[in-house]
T-cell receptor
Framework: AQSVTQLGSHVSVSEGALVLLRCNYS??????LFWYVQYPNQGLQLLLK??????LVKGINGFEAEFKKSETSFHLTKPSAHMSDAAEYFC????????????FGKGTKLSVKP | GAGVSQSPSNKVTEKGKDVELRCDPI?????LYWYRQSLGQGLEFLIY????????KSGLPSDRFSAERTGGSVSTLTIQRTQQEDSAVYLC????????????FGPGTRLTVL
């Protein structure tokens, strides 16, 4: 069975600082990994995903994530935070060969201080 | 093009009443998912439809929950005899149905059971 752990339910950074949101997964089969963002009172929007190939994945809004199999991690980073990045971020996994439903982490709420 | 739409956006009901939540997926998407987002449980998978196949109901929390998808398009999630613990945001997503395809989420229906 797949599972996802996001370390830190709340992360606060200053505008212009590095953003690092942590995600570790558990999967008995090679995983597909996703990061979604949810702005207040809105649905989820895909930031980026890893399926196969290059382990460093670039997404929208300057975010990127690196799949590290040895560490079972898929941390999300952005070099310089912007006020508009304040939102909740969810890491999710699908096991290859599964029905395709996403297994989500608990989410990390990112605050950006001016 | 149009995204996933859900109605109503908000629903307030009394304990014991039945409710119906509607999802209109992106045209041409064969896969449709329902998820529930609540403070205590995070984002949980409920049910999955793929084309004309039997739905995967493995995430439904009780037999009070049911869903159907008519004509391979619109889906309705029905909750019978609502309980206060059913209060949550119900999210619908659709995808092309291929392995690890991006799931596009609707804005959700916020259900409050008094």
């Amino acid at each position: 069975a797949q599972s996802v752990t996001q370390l830190g339910s709340h992360v606060s950074v200053s505008e212009g600082a590095l953003v690092l949101l942590r995600c570790n997964y558990s999967s008995s089969v090679p995983p597909y990994l996703f990061w979604y963002v949810q702005y207040p009172n809105q649905g989820l929007q895909l930031l980026l995903k890893y399926t196969t190939g290059a382990t460093l994945v670039k997404g929208i809004n300057g975010f990127e994530a690196e799949f590290k199999k040895s560490e079972t991690s898929f941390h999300l980073t952005k070099p310089s935070a912007h006020m508009s990045d304040a939102a909740e971020y969810f890491c999710a996994v699908i096991g290859q060969g599964s029905q395709g439903n996403l297994i989500f982490g608990k989410g990390t709420k990112l605050s950006v201080k001016p | 093009g149009a995204g996933v739409s859900q109605s109503p956006s908000n629903k307030v009901t009394e304990k014991g009443k039945d409710v119906e939540l509607r999802c209109d997926p992106i045209s041409g998407h064969t896969a449709l998912y329902w998820y529930r987002q609540s403070l205590g449980q995070g984002l949980e998978f409920l049910i999955y439809f793929q084309g004309n196949s039997a739905p995967d109901k493995s995430g439904l929390p009780s037999d009070r929950f049911s869903a159907e998808r008519t004509g391979g398009s619109v889906s309705t999630l029905t909750i019978q005899r609502t309980q206060q613990e059913d209060s949550a945001v119900y999210l619908c997503a659709s995808s092309r149905g291929l392995d690890a395809d991006t799931q596009y989420f609707g804005p959700g229906t916020r259900l409050t059971v008094l």
